[in-house]
């Protein structure tokens, strides 16, 4: 019999280290050569979302909403950093917590409100609700509820784009609980082998619901299993938006000249439930982390922090950002408040495609 010392498994099980202990990483980010306007953008972009996050956490609170919302702060930073690099005829989908992605890429903040409202002038015509988002003119092709769903949507569009030969790149966001769905490796096969240009983009905040993912996997490192398939990883501090514009702009890049496809995983952590506003339970368990810890990663906070040590921005120059976006939002509620919901009609008609067409 082989003696069982010849069976390792240290080579195939990566860990995430200091990436995943909440008692690590709370520094101020290093802004390296990046230019002070893209800086201060993306630092507008994620209190935007922020803000709309909030918003919409207050109404579900209040019994305003009525459909299901997951929030997304305390994740702002990695659609905020993929999004200037997106052109025309890519293609990025989402999943079930993509408001953020959705504003990132340019999403009209009214419709997104309209949408979660159910109303006539909602991104997804009402149809949708918080889950369903889509955005062409902005690359947005979709977000979808079901687990794992839109990586072989994305792994279609990266065929697509392939056969097209115009340099487009299709991108799929999800979670670290996709990994544990099927569709995902077949999508990852099929990618490499056929040298696809997707990004395969996991934002691994280390819960799948209200299950920490050391009681779901036996590693919490997602890249493994892009490397098990071949692909170039990299495994990065999703709450440092400098360092995920640099990885993103070169996972573009590559997709763009033909190398296949990338896998990038974006170790962060959700403030709110898996679904609905308040951050002391996950689906009615109460909570056992350290959230307060995590918290000092805030992305928001790490690159004003950056800003102001480096004479960029200032306490003044952020609350004025907090009080812009959150004029902007008041508004677009109120606005969506006041819009008319769907024709009753329209129930059918918007659902089904008649059977003449």
């Known amino acids: 019999m082989e003696p069982e010392s010849q069976f390792k498994t240290d080579d195939f099980f990566p860990r995430l280290g200091p990436l995943a202990d909440p008692d690590c990483m709370h520094d101020p980010i290093q802004l390296g050569d990046t230019s002070p ?3 201060r953008a993306h630092l507008s972009m994620m209190v935007r979302i922020r803000c ?13 909403v009525k459909c299901p919302c997951h929030l997304v702060i305390g994740q702002e930073a990695a659609p905020t950093a993929l999004a200037p690099h997106i052109k025309p005829g890519d293609k990025v989908f989402g999943a079930h917590r993509s408001h953020a992605h959705y504003l990132a890429l340019g999403g009209d903040l009214y419709k997104l409100f309209a949408e979660i409202q159910g109303k006539n002038d909602g991104c997804s015509r009402g149809m949708g609700g918080s889950m369903h988002l889509i955005d062409r003119a902005n690359q947005l092709f979709g977000t979808v509820p079901i687990v794992g769903a839109t990586i072989p949507i994305a792994t279609g569009a990266g065929l697509a784009a392939k056969m097209t030969a115009k340099g ?24 490499a082998s056929m040298k696809l240009p997707v990004i395969f983009f996991c934002e691994n905040n280390l819960f799948s619901s209200h299950l920490h ?9 997602i890249a493994r299993f892009a490397q098990a398939h071949c692909i170039p990883s990299k495994t990065i501090d999703g709450n440092d938006v400098v360092v995920l514009h640099e990885v993103t ?10 190398a296949g496809p990338v896998f990038i995983e974006a170790v962060t952590y959700r403030w709110r439930g898996h679904v609905g506003p308040r951050e002391d339970t996950d689906v009615g368990v109460k909570r056992k982390d350290d959230l307060e810890k995590w918290r000092r990663r805030d992305p928001i906070a790490r690159l004003q922090a950056a800003l102001e040590s480096a004479g960029y921005s200032d306490a003044a120059h952020l609350e004025s950002l907090l009080n812009c976006h959150r004029s902007e939002v008041s508004e677009a509620w109120k606005k969506a408040d006041d819009a008319p919901f769907p024709a009753e009609k329209e129930l059918f008609e918007r659902v089904y495609t008649p059977a003449n067409n």
């Open 37 to 39: 306007e893209l800086l």
């Open 168 to 191: 487009e790149i299709a991108v799929s966001f999800f979670g670290d609980g996709s990994a544990e769905e099927g569709v995902l490796h077949e999508s990852l096969n099929l990618a």
């Open 249 to 258: 702009r070169t996972a573009v890049d590559m997709c763009r000249r033909g």
């Open 52 to 64: 709309a996050e909030e918003k919409i956490g207050d109404e579900v609170t209040d019994g305003k």
């Open 213 to 221: 993912i050391s009681l779901r996997q036996p590693s919490d490192s």
